[in-house]
């Protein structure tokens, strides 16, 4: 009695799907997606029994993956960034490099994006080369902390960078503040400290309200060593989008910015705001300065 061979199981009506899938999985790799050519031959012989439109269908799907991972490849580039950790406030270098095939020598300010941005308050470029950009970054002293990327994009697609943002020590400013006894304060306050400031010795002749003919002082109480109020006695607020500075001195030399803004109209915040009530149409409809706390 003969002994039959066992043959190859011809594919299922889905099995151009399972092999594309797996190719996608089993060939990308995360370093650079690099195509793993020995599984794509395995996969390649293995679909060659199939026949006629089947077999040009998954040769088909792998030449459309392949391309579209050579071109992640090709337009993905990688930027690196240093220093490669950064803090809140002004950055007066920061040096983005790339490989050869990516020139840099021509880039404009425009073509340079932060993601987030809305707390880059402004940034320059200080030099260029092909292969390095040297940039000047502000950025606000409540911006959010974490990892940022960086964009640059050229005629010849796109290039990303990443780098970590720490807290530089910072105040910043919630409206409306705590209550008072003093019927003089119209408006109060609160300040918060950020990255280590101590606010436990500040008084009321180390803080300064901006612009002096809007805003006076009155006195600072609620004192903890992270947190304070502070009384003003405020003309009547004509513009309540009108962005007002608190300067606290003594060994802390910080500033924060802040508005009387209520809700509004739905718009786009301008640069150095944030949302801190989105509209449903996808504006905002209450944008405050960076510097100061939303409001629950």
Not at 146 to 167: K, S
Not at 192 to 200: E, F, P, Q
Request: charge should be neutral.
């Amino acid at each position: 009695m003969s002994v039959k061979t066992p043959q190859p199981a011809l594919h299922s009506e889905g099995s151009v799907g399972n092999s594309v899938l797996r190719l996608s999985w089993e060939t990308a790799s995360v370093a650079g997606c690099v195509l793993n050519w020995v599984h794509i031959q395995r996969i390649l012989n293995r679909d060659a029994v199939m026949t006629g439109t089947r077999n040009r269908i998954s040769m088909f799907l792998i030449a459309a993956i392949v391309a579209i991972v050579g071109g992640r490849a090709a337009h993905g580039l990688d930027l690196s960034v240093a220093p490669a950790t950064v803090t809140t406030g002004y950055i007066d270098s920061l040096v983005i490099e790339s490989g050869s095939s990516f020139d840099l020598s021509k880039v404009k300010v425009s073509q340079i994006t932060f993601r987030p941005d809305n707390d880059v308050t402004d940034f320059r470029i200080r030099s260029a080369s092909a292969t390095r950009l040297d940039l000047s970054v502000d950025l606000s002293d409540n911006a959010e902390l974490g990892p940022r990327t960086i964009i640059v994009t050229t005629e010849n697609g796109n290039a990303e960078g990443r780098f970590e943002i720490t807290q530089e020590p910072a105040i910043t400013v919630a409206w409306p503040g705590g209550k008072t006894t003093n019927s003089w304060v119209n408006v109060s306050v609160d300040v918060v400290a950020r990255g280590g400031v101590d606010l436990s010795q500040v008084g009321v002749s180390d803080v300064m309200a901006y612009p002096h003919d809007k805003l006076t002082v009155l006195e600072v109480t609620n004192q903890t060593k992270d947190r304070l109020t502070v009384g003003l006695l405020s003309k009547p607020i004509t513009d309540q989008n009108a962005t007002y500075t608190l300067d606290v001195g003594r060994d802390t030399e910080r500033r924060a910015s802040f508005s009387f803004a209520d809700s509004h109209d739905a718009k786009v915040c301008q640069k150095a705001h944030h949302c801190c009530k989105k509209a449903a149409s996808g504006g905002c409809n209450l944008c405050l300065p960076i510097d100061q706390l939303c409001r629950p």
